[in-house]
């Protein structure tokens, strides 16, 4: 209500600024022109890398061309874009979240715990429920450090970053949980008309949350919060509530890429699972074109991203260079998304 009185008291100095009768009203409709220009010239610019890597390939890396390689590259890519389009939620806030390897971590120390102890279809259905809830509650205990005691979302996502995959491997008593179950690892081994099922799941979920950030109600005040969240909480936008539901989208998701995870090695290890996911995951937000700084999502432009890292990856190992080698990458990848956010701001 204060919102739509607040816009109501507004709208005589919109109509009079849309006029474009005075200096500044054209100023302003210059810099938002401006914006806009750039904000077309990031996403070419992404694009333009992505293709330029698949013809590097195409011509200098053998079997590049091929359908296994192709899948080989999609599948790897799906947990980094699936914990990246949470992770984008989390930065238009202005926040960060360092724990999403550890929600994959203790998402994919439940599930086999539950399908391996529980027979038939109700072992399976909780299997991919409980977990993905379990996460998402550690995104709600990041959510209320944020919002309700004003900690740091890089020291309060540090917390789980360091103890939740200690409770996973003191869930499991620090074992390898092995299984091979179909049903459950469907989700990562199955296939729809050809097409790896978790490649369609990967694709529905970036649909799905492009059409949350630009077309719902709490797509607009993710952005206003990332923003200028001051600003936003006197226009009676529930600041607070925007940024705990966004912790807790983002853990969920690693939960569900930590269940995809499991199933495609036919096994849950505490120790592995999800780690290292949060460097993949802000390179693919940075690359995206999302800025660190808060007040844009761009969920396609983090698939464009995630796409560049994993191609980048593969180009290295096809040429000799060690996996190693790829981290340092990684690190120089963020850094130069980030120099070329602010030159273009």
């Not at 005589?12 to 806009?36: F, I, N, W, Y």
């Not at 569900?256 to 780690?275: C, F, P, Q, R, T």
């Not at 390179?283 to 991203?305: E, Q, S």
Request: hydrophobic share 55%; net charge positive; proline share 3%.
């Amino acid at each position: 209500m204060a919102l739509k009185l607040h816009t109501e008291t507004l709208q005589p100095e919109v109509r009079q600024l849309d006029t474009g009768s005075t200096p500044a009203a054209a100023t302003r409709t210059k810099a938002s022109s401006t914006v806009q220009k750039w904000r077309h010239l990031a996403m070419q610019r992404e694009v333009i890398v992505l293709l330029a890597m698949v013809l590097f390939n195409l011509i200098f890396t053998p079997h590049f061309w091929s359908l296994q390689t192709f899948n080989v590259n999609m599948t790897q890519v799906v947990t980094i874009v699936i914990v990246g389009i949470g992770m984008t939620l989390v930065v238009a806030t202005g926040g960060i979240d360092l724990s999403v390897g550890a929600s994959m971590a203790i998402s994919g120390a439940l599930a086999p715990m539950l399908f391996l102890n529980i027979a038939g279809p109700g072992g399976i259905a909780l299997a991919f429920v409980l977990p993905v809830l379990a996460a998402g509650l550690c995104g709600v205990f990041n959510g209320l450090l944020v919002t309700r005691l004003s900690v740091q979302p890089i020291v309060a996502t540090l917390v789980l970053f360091i103890a939740g995959r200690g409770i996973a491997q003191v869930v499991t008593d620090g074992s390898l949980q092995a299984f091979n179950t179909p049903a459950f690892q469907w989700i990562a081994l199955g296939k729809v008309a050809g097409v790896p099922f978790q490649v369609l799941l990967m694709l529905a979920l970036v649909a799905i949350f492009v059409w949350v950030v630009r077309k719902t109600l709490f797509g607009q005040y993710l952005l206003i919060t990332g923003g200028n969240e001051k600003a936003a909480y006197l226009c009676g936008v529930p600041t607070a509530t925007v940024k705990l539901i966004a912790y807790t989208l983002c853990a969920a998701l690693a939960g569900l890429a930590g269940l995809i995870s499991i199933s495609v090695n036919s096994s849950s290890d505490a120790n592995v699972v999800g780690l290292g996911v949060e460097l993949d995951a802000i390179a693919a937000v940075a690359v995206g074109g999302t800025a660190l700084t808060g007040g844009k999502a761009y969920i396609g432009g983090t698939l464009i991203g995630a796409l560049i890292i994993q191609l980048l990856r593969y180009t290295l190992l096809a040429h000799g260079i060690p996996d190693a080698a790829a981290l340092v990458v990684k690190a120089g990848i963020i850094v130069a998304a980030v120099y070329v956010q602010r030159r273009s701001r």
